[in-house]
């Protein structure tokens, strides 16, 4: 289930987007109160799922996981 979780978000293109609003948000941040070049690197590498793109990569795993043994069992 986490394997397949994990390459739903690859699929889904949500690393991508997470970085790209991670370094918006950092720049921003950065411009207004002002940080150290460390800041602007640690904000840009740590990219976090919203919870939509956790709930569709749960889907597409649940799915994923029906459709090759026929059931999903206790991944829910």
């Keep these: 289930m986490v394997l397949v979780h994990e390459t739903a978000h690859i699929k889904n293109r949500d690393p991508i987007t997470a970085l790209a609003a991670n370094a918006a948000f950092s ?9 150290d070049k460390g800041f602007f690197e ?34 829910e």
């Design 27 to 35: 720049l921003i941040t950065a411009v207004i109160f002002g940080a």
């Design 42 to 75: 640690k904000s840009i590498t740590s990219s976090l799922f919203s919870r939509e793109q956790e709930e569709r990569a749960d889907k597409d795993a649940l799915l994923a996981l029906q459709n090759y043994y026929g059931h999903t069992l206790a991944a």
